[in-house]
């Protein structure tokens, strides 16, 4: 397995009596940038907590980090895995500032009883600044928009300093303009840092001009994959979604 | 004024709101935060159901509310966590059961109910040394854990969701918080009483989360209001011959509509029902 940081086997994952998936596998290089495309339904979101432990097998294993995952290793492989979900609605009133937001992130990896030390919050500081937000460090989290919400939820993540990154629909539920600055920083951090990125969307328009891969994903399965060239053609997009879908120029050319 | 401090009972009343006022306000900044007010009525009405069951029984009364505080916050978890019923459905029917077997246990009870209603008003002016002690011993640990894993508790009560994707332990913070809940409830169940303890735990915490924005301050605010409460409501109760009890949730419900109506966040108010934008 080397160079494999994730390797999923015949994973299947059921809520109650719907099956979320039906048998997937998958493998992933350290350092990859895999775009995870499909319907509402197909299983995306579904996949990525197989990664990080926070969705349970019915049958199959994973394998993430040096680890096959079982209940006892998820909590404290979760500490090596950033995770950036959809913009939610968050109470305004809530008593707790971007700063602080931020710095849960590194509150895993800090262990109970141990403080955050100055250089954490240096660190805070710094990341906060990367993806340029450091001017709002002081407001209640409840107040952003949902650009700079996800914005901090990236910081968040970042400061974690994570090995793999798990990014499920960022851009979802936020204005166009939003969309291609968190795009853009999503591709400025994967220049920068090389982590492994599985980013999942159904918005094709969103997909980050860095995926190398793209996995289509279709009532619990993974129906095809490959390089962006070779799947965003009409005629599979179409089988895909089930309806007539333009294929985004931007990242296809 | 100053007269009230003579009497032994009222110095231990005293105390008793100090204690309880800090304990009750500390848990309710997280039942508030996370919006698990229900619950916390839920958990409140177990504890007094098992405190009657055990007058019933001959029992000691706090081991009672202890075991159906804590059976309830673990029933009543996994409930509202895992979704299967609607959660507000679930805890419903969980309140109306503990609130008829406590009506049945106080109904089963042979003779005189006096200590079975002074756990539904409570009687702070009769607090003596044991229960003062069990009260400075859950205030002690209550506090404790709170400055031990406050990063994780903060984490937890504003972002759970993410709590537990950062590898922090949040599934066990969360049931901690909630048997925290039930342990303050059975410890102030003998001054507050079963039907008032939970606006000592709600009301000041309420009040707090309309004036700041820190979690530490609203620890701090909250704390400040449960004890002003307790002492303000006694110093009614001993001026105006009223129940003790009743006054100190009539004083801490007048701080929360004050903060209320003062409070800076009133004008957020919109953010609740605007759409999101970039």
């Known amino acids: 397995m080397d160079n494999t940081v994730i390797e999923i086997q015949d994973a299947v994952v059921s809520y109650r009596e719907d099956v979320a998936l039906q048998g997937v596998s998958l493998e992933v290089r350290k350092g990859e940038f895999i775009g995870i495309i499909g319907p509402n339904g197909a299983g995306k979101t579904t996949l990525l907590t197989i990664v990080n432990g926070l969705g349970k097998l019915v049958h199959g294993q994973a394998w993430v980090l040096g680890s096959w995952l079982n209940g006892r290793n998820s909590n404290s492989l979760r500490k090596r895995i950033g995770y950036v979900a959809q913009v939610e609605r968050i109470d305004p009133r809530l008593p707790i500032n971007v700063r602080e937001t931020v710095m849960v992130g590194c509150y895993g990896r800090l262990g109970l009883f141990r403080r955050p030390t100055r250089a954490q919050w240096e660190r805070v500081d710094e990341v906060l600044e990367m993806v340029g937000i450091a001017h709002l460090s002081q407001r209640p989290i409840g107040h952003l928009s949902g650009g700079e919400y996800q914005r901090a939820a990236i910081a968040r993540a970042l400061v974690q300093q994570p090995e793999i990154f798990l990014l499920d629909e960022p851009t979802a539920s936020i204005d166009q303009k939003a969309q291609r600055e968190i795009l853009s920083l999503i591709q400025l951090i994967h220049r920068e840092y090389g982590m492994t990125t599985l980013f999942v969307t159904h918005d094709l328009r969103t997909l980050p001009s860095v995926c190398q891969r793209l996995i289509l994903m279709k009532d619990g399965n993974i129906w095809q994959q490959g390089s962006p060239q070779s799947m965003l053609r009409e005629e599979v997009l179409t089988q895909l979604f089930g309806a007539p879908v333009p294929v985004p120029t931007e990242i296809a050319s | ?278």
């Not at chain 2, 459905?89 to 309140?95: A, L, M, R, W, Y």
Request: charge should be neutral; include cysteine.
């Open chain 2, 1 to 278: 004024m100053l007269s009230i401090l003579q009497y032994h009972f009222m110095q231990n009343a005293i105390l008793a709101g100090l204690l309880g006022g800090i304990t009750c306000s500390v848990v309710g900044v997280f039942v508030v935060t996370m919006h698990l007010s229900f619950i916390g009525v839920c958990i409140a009405h177990a504890a007094f159901a098992g405190a009657l069951l055990g007058l019933w029984l001959g029992f000691n009364p706090l081991i009672g509310a202890l075991l159906f505080s804590l059976a309830a916050a673990a029933i009543i978890g996994p409930v509202a966590d895992r979704g299967e019923l609607n959660p507000d459905t679930s805890i419903g029917i969980v309140f109306s059961l503990m609130l008829g077997l406590a009506f049945l246990f106080m109904g089963l009870m042979p003779g005189a109910r006096t200590e079975a209603l002074n756990l539904f008003w409570g009687s702070i002016l009769t607090v003596n040394q044991p229960d003062l002690i069990f009260l400075a011993a859950i205030t002690g640990v209550i506090v404790g854990l709170v400055a031990a894993f406050y990063k994780e508790i903060q984490a937890v009560i504003c972002h759970r969701e993410v709590a537990l994707a950062v590898g922090i332990p949040a599934t066990v913070i969360f049931y901690g918080l909630l048997f925290s809940t039930g342990v303050t409830i059975t410890a102030s169940l003998q001054s507050i009483g079963g039907l008032l303890i939970y606006s000592l735990i709600l009301n000041p915490a309420a009040a707090a989360y309309q004036l700041t924005y820190s979690l530490k301050r609203m620890l701090l605010i909250a704390v400040a209001f449960g004890v002003i409460s307790c002492w303000a409501g006694l110093a009614a109760s001993y001026f105006f011959d009223v129940p003790s009890g009743a006054a100190i949730v009539i004083t801490s419900a007048i701080i929360f509509g004050l903060a209320t109506a003062f409070s800076p966040k009133r004008k957020v108010k919109g953010w609740q029902q605007a759409p999101i934008t970039g």
